[in-house]
């Protein structure tokens, strides 16, 4: 896992390789960025499984991708990762007996206080964008390892990056700031990406776990999937200048659907748009300087096992029984 950026090989994000055959489930696909790795994904052919707490407007976001992507295979679960205890039972829904990809983007993004809790207890968005992905991937490697080189793809955020986790107040009981809190769990999902790369790696595992973030992605320049996301003039004039560092949604997915499809992306990697990492085609980056603090991410996944109520060497077990 070279943390260097080598010179990356031509990648059409217009023309992606035929996924036929292929499953992924992209957590909160029925908005957003993981509306459009959904859309993308079900373009090339995969069979997508859209996991939304809302099935309603699941519904809605696969009715979309239906009338875009003719013969599309796109249906959905509920998934709520802010309830721990119902995430065997979404996983048993997904009815597969194995599972080529997860896309791990559903996430919380709180602007102003109070401080909330998930059903389980847990600071709402550490809770759901880390902890609840963390669960969810304890329950679904079976599946993955019963696939040829399944992936799993972490979507973290450029606000993680200046950020850096305190493993004494990972649930900011004692700092609660809205957006501090919200890339520290970016940042602590981003981790567990890594730390989760570095383990299957121990364990020969073909299942890749690739770290990929969005960029700057806006509302104001994503094209209007109605009715998932609509746009209005005034939004689309507004958003005009920012287009020249910035780019929509639909560009925001490109990472991740790399991650998903480019047999060249290896475990433990970063991606993200090429332009300053904000905007543009995917590309490789060099692993931020706070991803590659490896005693913290191995700290901060004994500690999110134990606040999980899991074995922290699940990936063993789940190799044993591949």
Same mark, same amino acid.
């Given at each position: 896992?070279?943390?260097?950026?080598?010179?990356?090989?031509?990648?059409?994000?217009?023309?992606?390789?035929?996924?036929?055959? +292929?499953?992924?489930?992209?957590?909160?696909?029925?908005?957003? /960025?993981?509306?459009?790795?959904?859309?993308?994904?079900?373009?090339?052919?995969?069979?997508? /499984?859209? &996991?939304?707490?809302?099935?309603?407007?699941?519904? $809605?976001? $696969?009715?979309? /991708?239906?009338?875009?992507? !003719?013969?599309?295979?796109?249906?959905?679960?509920?998934?709520?990762?802010?309830?721990?205890?119902? #995430?065997?039972?979404?996983?048993?829904? #997904?009815?597969?007996?194995? *599972?080529?990809?997860?896309?791990?983007?559903?996430?919380?993004?709180?602007?102003?206080?109070?401080?909330?809790?998930?059903?389980?207890?847990?600071?709402?968005?550490?809770?759901?964008?880390?902890?609840?992905?963390?669960?969810?991937?304890?329950? *679904?490697?079976? *599946?993955?390892?019963?696939?040829?080189? $399944?992936?799993?793809?972490?979507?973290?955020?450029?606000?993680?990056?200046?950020?850096?986790?305190?493993?004494?107040?990972?649930?900011?009981?004692?700092?609660?700031?809205?957006?501090?809190?919200?890339?520290?769990?970016?940042?602590?999902?981003?981790?567990?990406?890594?730390?989760?790369? +570095?383990? *299957?790696?121990?364990?020969?595992? !073909?299942?890749?776990?690739?770290?990929?973030?969005? &960029?700057?992605?806006?509302?104001?320049?994503?094209?209007?999937?109605?009715?998932?996301?609509?746009?209005?003039?005034?939004?689309?004039?507004?958003?005009? !200048?920012?287009?020249?560092?910035?780019?929509?949604?639909?560009?925001?997915?490109?990472?991740?659907? +790399?991650?998903?499809?480019? !047999?060249?992306?290896?475990?433990?990697?970063?991606?993200?748009?090429?332009?300053?990492?904000? +905007?543009?085609?995917?590309?490789?980056?060099?692993?931020?300087?706070?991803?590659?603090?490896?005693?913290?991410?191995?700290?901060?996944?004994?500690?999110?096992?134990?606040?999980?109520? /899991?074995?922290?060497?699940?990936?063993?077990?789940?190799?044993?029984?591949?």
């Amino acid at each position: 896992m070279n943390p260097t950026a080598p010179r990356n090989e031509p990648w059409d994000v217009h023309r992606l390789p035929h996924a036929g055959g +292929r499953s992924v489930l992209v957590t909160g696909g029925n908005a957003g /960025i993981g509306y459009f790795v959904a859309e993308q994904l079900a373009g090339a052919g995969a069979a997508v /499984i859209l &996991g939304s707490r809302d099935p309603a407007k699941a519904e $809605a976001a $696969a009715g979309s /991708i239906r009338s875009r992507v !003719p013969g599309a295979s796109v249906r959905h679960v509920r998934l709520d990762l802010a309830d721990l205890s119902s #995430l065997e039972h979404s996983v048993a829904a #997904l009815g597969v007996s194995h *599972l080529d990809a997860v896309v791990h983007n559903a996430g919380v993004a709180l602007d102003d206080p109070p401080r909330l809790a998930t059903k389980d207890g847990h600071e709402l968005m550490f809770g759901t964008n880390h902890l609840g992905h963390l669960a969810l991937t304890h329950h *679904l490697l079976p *599946l993955l390892a019963a696939a040829a080189a $399944a992936r799993i793809v972490t979507v973290g955020s450029f606000a993680a990056k200046t950020e850096r986790i305190d493993l004494d107040d990972l649930q900011s009981r004692r700092d609660y700031r809205p957006k501090r809190t919200y890339g520290r769990s970016k940042l602590a999902q981003m981790h567990a990406g890594l730390e989760l790369a +570095r383990r *299957l790696a121990e364990l020969d595992s !073909p299942v890749r776990s690739v770290v990929v973030h969005p &960029g700057g992605a806006l509302d104001s320049l994503t094209p209007a999937r109605p009715p998932v996301h609509t746009r209005t003039p005034g939004e689309r004039l507004r958003g005009g !200048p920012a287009a020249l560092v910035l780019q929509g949604k639909d560009a925001g997915a490109w990472p991740a659907v +790399r991650a998903v499809l480019d !047999p060249r992306v290896a475990s433990g990697e970063l991606w993200g748009p090429r332009v300053f990492g904000l +905007r543009g085609r995917p590309h490789r980056e060099a692993v931020w300087s706070n991803l590659t603090e490896t005693t913290v991410a191995s700290q901060l996944w004994y500690q999110s096992c134990e606040l999980l109520h /899991i074995d922290p060497d699940f990936c063993r077990a789940a190799r044993a029984c591949s």
